[in-house]
Structure formats: structure tokens, C-alpha cells
């Protein structure tokens, strides 16, 4: 119980980090490209409370990480407006791919702090030192995750939106009404993954990937504190 709370601990700050800043890079991007909806309802905030959905941030990924699954969530999306883009078609393919971007962003910083308390050998061998390195190691993972899972070509993931900008304008068309029940098929696949364990849907798809990118973010890492450490 006690390593299930420290966990926890570790966890939820880790993953707040990660879904705020990704939601906020969303409506950065949005206002670079001409779209002031997000700053207008106040969303350019790394105040967790204004982003933070009670189940998709705090729910679903406490369930997850206590049944043993690949550990993701969301936060309430930050609003965008398409039509108040400079160029709506390729503005919203940027837009949705600010998101990932933040969190591989983030991932790096995770692997040079790893890789500077490593080399600096800061408390070595103490508890804080393993509290900080399994923090920063779940990080790293929970951001790569993120980033990936969102490109998924999934409707309501930032992955769909970047299709949808590249495929012709009357494909196009069709593939936005699948936008509509995005948070269905979202559902859907959560009750899959759920339900039918056997199938490893997200490990084939998701997993191969995070474990390259994972790789060489923890090679970076070891760079880091090995010239520290020379």
C-alpha cells in the first residue's frame, strides 16, 4: 500500500506537468497563428484547475497505473477556433502538433536533469536521490507516451487533426464529422483496451515506438552524466 501511494505521489504531479503544458502549447500556437480564443477564456494558464478534467487527468490514469496498464489521460481541451486561424487548414494541423511537440520538449529537460543528478552524484545513494531519479524517469516516459498516443490518427486526438489537413478537401470534409463523436471512440477504445486485455492494442501500436524514444532519451542521459562525472 504505502509503494502504491508513493507511486501515486510520483505519478499525478508528473502527469499534470505533462497534460498542462501540452494543453497550453495547444493554445500557444493557436495565438501565434491568429487565434486569440484561448487567451481570451484565460487558458494560457499553467494553473492546473483550469485545465485539469477530474476524469481524464485524475480518474482514468489512477485506474490504469493501479490495473498495471500503459498509463494516459487528458485535461479539458483548450478551445481553439478554426476559423480565426491565419491559414484554418494547415493552422490547425500546427496547432494540434504543438501538443506532442511540448511533451518530447519536456521529456528532453527530464533526461539532461536524470543525466545532471547522475553525473553530479547529488545525495547519492539516499532516498531523495532514488524519490528524484524514479521521478524524473517516470517523466520521461509519461511525456513520450503522451506525445505519441496523441498522434494517434484518432479522432479526438491531435493525430486526426494533422490528418485531416493532409488529406484532399473533400476527403477532408468526411473526416472532420468523425470529430464529432471523437470523445465515443475515445470511450470505445478505453473499454477495448479494458475489456479485452488479450488483444494489446495499445502495446502494438504505441509501445514500440516509446521504447525507441525512450532508448535514446536515457542514452542522453548517460551522455550527460558521463561527461559530468569526467
Known amino acids: 500500500m504505502t509503494e502504491t501511494l508513493l507511486y501515486a505521489a510520483i505519478l499525478v504531479p508528473c502527469l499534470i506537468i505533462a497534460i498542462v503544458f501540452h494543453e497550453v502549447a495547444h493554445g500557444l500556437a493557436a495565438l501565434k497563428l491568429g487565434d486569440p480564443t484561448a487567451r481570451e477564456q484565460r487558458r494560457l494558464s499553467l494553473n492546473p484547475l483550469r485545465h485539469v478534467d477530474p476524469v481524464g487527468t485524475l480518474v482514468v490514469p489512477g485506474a490504469l497505473a493501479?490495473?498495471?496498464?500503459?498509463?494516459?489521460?487528458?485535461?479539458?481541451?483548450?478551445?481553439?477556433?478554426?476559423?480565426?486561424?491565419?491559414?484554418?487548414?494547415?493552422?490547425?494541423?500546427?496547432?494540434?502538433?504543438?501538443?506532442?511537440?511540448?511533451?518530447?520538449?519536456?521529456?528532453?529537460?527530464?533526461?539532461?536533469?536524470?543525466?545532471?543528478?547522475?553525473?553530479?552524484?547529488?545525495?547519492?545513494?539516499?532516498?531523495?536521490?532514488?524519490?528524484?531519479?524514479?521521478?524524473?524517469?517516470?517523466?520521461?516516459?509519461?511525456?513520450?507516451?503522451?506525445?505519441?498516443?496523441?498522434?494517434?490518427?484518432?479522432p479526438p486526438f491531435d493525430g486526426s487533426h494533422i490528418v485531416g489537413g493532409l488529406l484532399p478537401r473533400s476527403m477532408a470534409a468526411q473526416w472532420q464529422k468523425l470529430q464529432q463523436i471523437g470523445m465515443l471512440l475515445l470511450?470505445?477504445?478505453?473499454?477495448?483496451?479494458?475489456?479485452?486485455?488479450?488483444?494489446?492494442?495499445?502495446?502494438?501500436?504505441?509501445?514500440?515506438?516509446?521504447?525507441?524514444?525512450?532508448e535514446r532519451y536515457f542514452a542522453l542521459a548517460n551522455w550527460i552524466a558521463g561527461g559530468i562525472a569526467r
Request: a neutral charge; charged letters at 5%; proline letters at 8%.
Open 66 to 154: 493501479l490495473m498495471g496498464g500503459p498509463v494516459f489521460g487528458w485535461a479539458k481541451p483548450v478551445p481553439v477556433n478554426a476559423l480565426r486561424l491565419d491559414n484554418p487548414r494547415y493552422g490547425m494541423m500546427a496547432v494540434a502538433a504543438a501538443g506532442p511537440a511540448s511533451n518530447l520538449l519536456l521529456a528532453l529537460v527530464g533526461a539532461v536533469l536524470l543525466g545532471a543528478l547522475a553525473g553530479l552524484g547529488v545525495g547519492q545513494g539516499t532516498m531523495a536521490a532514488g524519490i528524484a531519479g524514479t521521478m524524473l524517469t517516470t517523466f520521461i516516459l509519461i511525456n513520450i507516451f503522451l506525445a505519441l498516443f496523441n498522434l494517434l490518427p484518432i
Open 187 to 214: 470511450v470505445v477504445l478505453i473499454a477495448a483496451t479494458w475489456a479485452f486485455p488479450q488483444f494489446t492494442l495499445v502495446e502494438h501500436t504505441v509501445l514500440p515506438p516509446v521504447m525507441w524514444l525512450e
